[in-house]
């Protein structure tokens, strides 16, 4: 997680660096239904690379937006899940829905 400093002093700002861009949208939008695995959100998000869905996962980790939690099997499972956190981005990616959804009923 970055620190106040490290921050832009703009809070929309700091909502886009966190979240801004078109992967990191979807794989909230993923997670907003269930914890899902790698290799699950891999065929979902048609059009990522393995190198940024990683990437994406890492930096929302390390932002403290989702948990990462290893089941110890044979072979490893691993699953990705919003946490507290990450759930008080609920409103913020249901209203961008809800905003998809007119501007896609006004453009037919």
Do not use: H
């Amino acid at each position: 997680m970055l620190t106040k400093e490290e921050l832009p002093a703009c809070p929309v700002a700091t909502t886009v660096q966190i979240i801004g861009s078109k992967w990191k949208l979807l794989i909230l939008r993923n997670l907003l239904q269930r914890p899902w695995r790698f290799n699950e959100l891999r065929k979902d998000l048609e059009g990522i690379s393995q190198k940024v869905l990683t990437d994406s996962l890492r930096s929302m980790e390390a932002d403290g937006i989702i948990s990462r939690t290893v089941y110890a099997e044979v072979p490893p499972r691993v699953e990705y899940a919003l946490n507290e956190l990450g759930e008080t981005l609920r409103p913020i990616l249901d209203a961008m829905e809800i905003w998809g959804q007119n501007y896609q009923n006004i453009a037919q």
